[in-house]
């Protein structure tokens, strides 16, 4: 069992001991923190890394997968969710490479007895139409992007409410190695939860977002360099280890991952 796992197991049961409304909101509140300010502390020691919120969201996808492949199994509740909605493409590949084949199958044959139950079988043009439209409505719903969207736009509303209302975590923020662009757009979207602060919010995001996107585009410009006086007849150019991350680094800020 994680820490993580095993905090939540830890507040849940206290939480069960002591319902006082303070306390609940206290402890959900410190449970959710906790994989915050480890993506943002590890970030910000790995000066390279992309996106301590790419980090995050990895995490929060690993921990998805791994449970529709062992505790979602043997679920009722998961199972009708599983059964009705399915996986997308690139969570079904993740499952298969997953290690339990076994599990999987059992999920996907249930799966297959929901869709030849429920899926249309229409008789003439207009009925056709419309059963086509249900069946591409379908085909847009995974079980883990839906978990995985829900997670991680609390994170992201906890990450705000970090920033204004955890004394220390405004400069961890500020030491990460700055925002994909997809992140940046998240964190400006949710800098409607900073309500009179957003705009110190915004700035702060800014700051980290723009130092670090010149810093990664400096890193790659040099990479570049070292090849001119190859280019000229010089010698062939030393690639270090720091420059050879430089261009993912840039890619995986303009992309993220
Ligand atoms: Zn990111
Ligand atoms: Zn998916």
């Given amino acids: 069992m994680s820490i993580e796992k095993f905090l939540i197991y830890c507040g849940g049961f206290l939480l069960y001991m002591r319902r006082g409304f303070g306390y609940t909101m206290f402890m959900q509140y410190k449970i959710d923190t906790i994989p915050i300010w480890n ?4 970030n910000g020691k790995n000066g390279g890394a992309p996106c301590p919120i790419c980090a995050l969201r990895t995490k929060l996808e690993n921990s998805l997968v791994s449970l529709y ?5 043997m679920e009722p509740l998961y ?4 059964n009705k909605t399915g996986f997308c493409p690139a969570h079904f590949g993740r499952l298969l490479q997953g290690g339990n084949r076994c599990g999987l199958a059992l999920q996907t044959v249930t799966r297959t007895e929901y869709l030849e139950k429920n899926l249309p079988r229409p008789g003439n043009r207009g009925a056709a139409a419309k059963a086509a439209d249900h069946i591409r409505e379908g085909l847009r719903g995974c079980v883990i992007c839906d978990s995985l969207k829900k997670s991680f736009d609390t994170y992201m ?4 409410k970090m920033w204004i209302g955890e004394p220390d975590f405004p400069a961890v923020f500020a030491k990460s190695s700055g925002f994909c662009l997809p992140h940046y757009a998240e964190l400006l979207e949710f800098s409607r939860h900073a309500g009179k602060r957003a705009p110190n919010f915004l700035q702060a995001v800014r700051d980290v977002f723009f130092t670090n996107l010149e810093r990664a585009k400096r890193n790659a410009e040099n990479f570049t360099q070292k090849f001119d006086a190859c280019k000229h007849g010089g010698a062939a150019p030393t690639v270090t280890a720091a420059d050879a991350a430089a261009l993912p680094n840039l890619i995986g800020k303009l992309t993220g991952n």
């Avoid at 492949?69 to 199994?73: D, F, G, I, T």
């Fill in 39 to 42: 993506a943002f502390r590890e």
């Fill in 69 to 73: 492949l062992n505790e979602a199994v």
């Fill in 79 to 82: 199972r009708i969710e599983v």
């Fill in 157 to 160: 509303e906890t990450v705000v």
